[in-house]
């Protein structure tokens, strides 16, 4: 679904950074209903803030998570518990979820960090539809 997408260049034309390529794509294949007003929050978390921290894909990705799966406060939720599973599936798979090794292993000029960027959609894409399966899962 939103790898899908942005393995079509989704946001390229527009200069999406990482957070807004996950914010802005999943608002369309989830269909989150968010505004552009709303998902603009996600564009100081690309570059992990600016400082190289968190990977802004992940970040971005549980702000998705948490329209997806928080009904009212994230302590009346499974957030924690869903955002745990992301991050350690993706560090499993990356080996980091800081943006500065990120860049340094997987960042070119010729693709930016788009292998960045497609891991955490495949892995959002997996955990949304593992969760939307089960019985026991509400979407907000």
Do not use: W
């Not at 499993?92 to 960090?113: T, V």
């Amino acid at each position: 679904m939103l790898k899908s997408l942005l393995l079509k260049d989704y946001g390229k034309e527009q200069k999406y950074n990482c957070a807004e390529k996950i914010i802005y794509g999943a608002n369309e294949v989830y269909n989150l209903g968010l505004g552009k007003e709303t998902m603009k929050l996600a564009a100081g978390f690309g570059g992990g803030m600016g400082i190289e921290s968190t990977c802004g894909a992940l970040t971005a990705s549980i702000m998705v998570l948490s329209k997806l799966f928080v009904e009212n406060t994230a302590h009346e939720s499974k957030i924690r518990e869903i955002t745990s599973e992301f991050l350690n599936r993706y560090r499993d798979e990356m080996k980091s979820i800081d943006c500065s090794p990120l860049k340094a292993e997987y960042r070119n000029e010729e693709k930016g960090c788009d292998d960045v960027i497609m891991k955490a959609a495949e892995i959002l894409d997996n955990i949304v539809a593992e969760r939307m399966n089960r019985n026991n899962e509400r979407l907000a």
